[in-house]
């Protein structure tokens, strides 16, 4: 059996998230520009920040597609092309598109320009998918979440040679057709395909009679409320081969306004199930710990989407859109001891020492210790690191290493 390929494609909102995922195991990762991303509310990349993480990319041998994946207006073009312009000497893998004249705009600056069609523009048969290919050059379809697995076998088998699929396999799910979403703009008048979404699918949301104004009547009898539209999240760990068997060469998790422990906690567990796939398909063996892994990031329930059937009431949370945050982030490795027997840590949340905690970093499953010693940047001993980035020195009775994460079971 020929070895399959696989990219596992993570999320970065901003630099650090970026570097974070490739460190962690990432391909690939996806980010947004200042200007015209999909994920306005992102951290986002300046032009600076997007040539040294085409830097930090290339060095390591992964690769780094930026996402243009707005529907510009008239107003929008001459900046749009003002911005293109600035990008031509940074050498992006491909650039993440939904709407012709953006393509168009990218080709006539970037004439060799890789083009990955963005999952925005809700392409669902392999009809549709042969007009971009054919008439647009474009190298990759980021296939519709409204998708099965069966259709797209189908789409794969239909495509010309080398061109790749992209499906999502973890994350939040949007619950308008591919992400086409009018609530967010109506609403609020913020537009979700410019990038300004406020999820209002999340709301709490009640029946109001026209002749009763001001009396709200839950959709469904609960005393917290309904959450008619609140989607499960994404989960396709335990899916991998049906996922290469359908065609699909990019695993792509969503999230690039998700925190750096997430990006880093997703990315560590998939990449444990591809690579333990990787080194023997046809003896492969689904490890749950894996999903457990998954789970101490924050997240809603789960679901496996549109893949293997249409979903039903059970893919939506009707009672909350709280996410389950079982873990807290509480620190991340600086450097390493330097013989001194103290390792630097970075505080991101209140840990104290007595505090049992878990250790996990790039290629590591994760480990317990207790904190028992603990003084601040000039060495004075600490019970506890309270203050937010407060630079500590920990002893461990095992090393982690520099990029190393700490976090802590909430009581």
């Known amino acids: 059996m020929t070895k399959p390929y696989i990219e596992l494609l993570a999320p970065a909102g901003d630099l650090e998230k970026l570097k974070t995922a490739i460190i962690y195991g990432a391909d690939a990762v996806y980010f947004g520009g200042e200007m015209f991303s999909l994920r306005a509310g992102a951290g986002n990349l300046s032009i600076a920040e997007i040539r040294e993480a085409m830097d930090f990319i290339h060095e390591r041998g992964k690769k780094g597609y930026l996402t243009i994946n707005i529907y510009p207006h008239n107003d929008d073009i001459p900046l749009l092309k003002d911005y293109i312009a600035k990008l031509v000497d940074i050498p992006i893998d491909a650039f993440i598109v939904s709407d012709p004249g953006v393509i168009t705009l990218i080709r006539e600056a970037i004439p060799d320009a890789e083009i990955h069609l963005s999952t925005q523009a809700n392409t669902t048969n392999y009809v549709t998918a042969n007009y971009w290919v054919k ?6 379809i980021v296939s519709a979440r409204e998708m099965s697995l069966k259709e797209l076998k189908t ?16 994350g939040a799910m949007c619950i308008s057709y591919s992400g086409r979403c009018l609530l967010s703009n109506y609403m609020v008048g913020r537009d979700a395909n410019r990038g300004a979404c406020t999820h209002p699918c999340r709301w709490k949301y009640a029946l109001v009679e026209q002749q009763r104004p001001g009396e709200y009547f839950p959709i469904e009898e609960d005393e917290r409320g309904s959450y008619i539209m609140n989607s499960r999240d994404l989960c396709l760990i335990d ?21 750096m422990y997430y990006v880093a906690t997703i990315v560590s567990a998939y990449r444990m199930a591809i690579d333990a796939y990787l080194a023997n398909p046809e003896n492969y063996t689904y490890d749950p710990a894996w999903y457990d892994e998954l789970c101490k990031a924050s997240h809603r329930e789960f679901t496996h989407g549109f893949y293997y059937n249409k979903p039903t009431d059970k893919d939506q949370n009707y009672l909350t859109s709280d996410y389950i945050r079982d873990y807290s982030f509480v620190g991340l490795v600086k450097q390493e001891d330097d013989g001194s027997g103290y390792t630097v840590v970075e505080q991101r949340n209140k840990f104290c020492v007595g505090d049992e905690i878990e250790i996990f970093g790039p290629g590591t499953p994760y480990y317990t210790e207790v904190i028992k010693d603990m003084t601040d940047e000039e060495g004075n001993p600490i019970e506890s690191a309270p203050h937010p980035q407060q630079v500590l020195r920990i002893k461990f009775d095992r090393q982690p290493k520099e990029h190393f994460i700490l976090r802590k079971k909430k009581s």
């Open 155 to 170: 789409m794969h088998e239909n495509l010309p040679e080398g061109t790749e699929i992209e499906s999502f396999i973890h």
């Open 239 to 259: 899916c991998i081969p049906d996922l290469v068997d359908a065609g699909i060469t990019s695993f792509k998790i969503e999230g690039r306004m998700k925190s």
């Open 135 to 140: 008439s647009l050059d474009v190298k990759r």
